[in-house]
């Protein structure tokens, strides 16, 4: 498990900007572009990232914004404690539906509340080591697999296998190599597949189903 996250951002930005990651000291930006099929771009993810205040505490700040015959946007915050999620709330504009959701847990009980435009909220107890399916970090979602994900996009808890590591692979990044470990997951019952940078464990790429076909997001 990478225990020290901003520094693992701060060398993945370096790839990227060493400038830019010289300069980042509160909190660091990771944006990814999304594509649909062979390279129609429909929007972006980005992942803000800083210090939670205590020891090994981090924040997660995540937005999708996608756009393409319909519109798909999401805001949520993920707070991490030991490598452990300690709440998450977020909601999203999907088409024409609105999706309202919160984890919380107290007492030892780990619950999800999802709401769907003026449905009344779906609450379920779900285990102790639930995480958002954001997949940000090698060592936190592959490295330490997860029954269940929560979909950033409705809320709604699903089933996860836990993931397989394919190998190693070799990428050019902004005209340099980096290696780059490959995993696959079935997730729901689909086949996902995922691209870490083998020295930060930070997300590289991210591939997953959609109805339009295959749906690519790649750090920029």
């Known amino acids: 498990m990478i225990r020290h996250t901003l520094a693992a951002v701060a060398v993945a930005t370096a790839l990227v900007a060493p400038q830019a990651a010289m300069a980042q000291s509160?909190?660091?930006?990771?944006?990814?572009v999304g594509t649909i099929g062979d390279s129609t771009r429909m929007g972006t993810q980005t992942f803000t990232i800083s210090s939670g205040g205590k020891p090994d505490s981090y924040v997660v700040q995540g937005k999708v914004d996608l756009n393409i015959n319909v519109i798909n946007q999401?805001?949520?915050t993920e707070n991490w404690e030991a490598a452990r999620l300690t709440s998450f709330k977020g909601q999203t504009r999907d088409r024409d539906d609105n999706y309202v959701y919160e984890m919380t847990a107290a007492?030892?009980?780990v619950q999800v509340s999802a709401t769907k435009n003026k449905d009344?909220?779906?609450?379920?107890?779900?285990?102790p080591d639930v995480a958002p399916a954001s997949f940000w970090l090698e060592g936190?979602?592959?490295k330490a697999p997860r029954a269940q994900y929560i979909s950033t996009n409705s809320g709604k808890v699903k089933p996860a296998k836990p993931p397989k590591l394919e190998g190693q692979q070799e990428i050019s990044y902004k005209g340099q190599r980096a290696k780059v470990n490959y995993y696959t997951m079935d997730f729901d019952g689909e086949k996902y597949e995922f691209w870490y940078f083998a020295d930060t464990g930070l997300l590289f790429k991210r591939s997953e189903p959609s109805e339009g076909g295959k749906v690519v997001f790649t750090l920029q």
């Open 74 to 76: 999401s805001n949520y």
């Open 140 to 142: 936190w979602f592959m």
């Open 120 to 127: 009344k909220p779906n609450v379920k107890d779900v285990n």
């Open 26 to 32: 509160a909190a660091t930006v990771l944006t990814y």
């Open 107 to 109: 007492g030892g009980k």
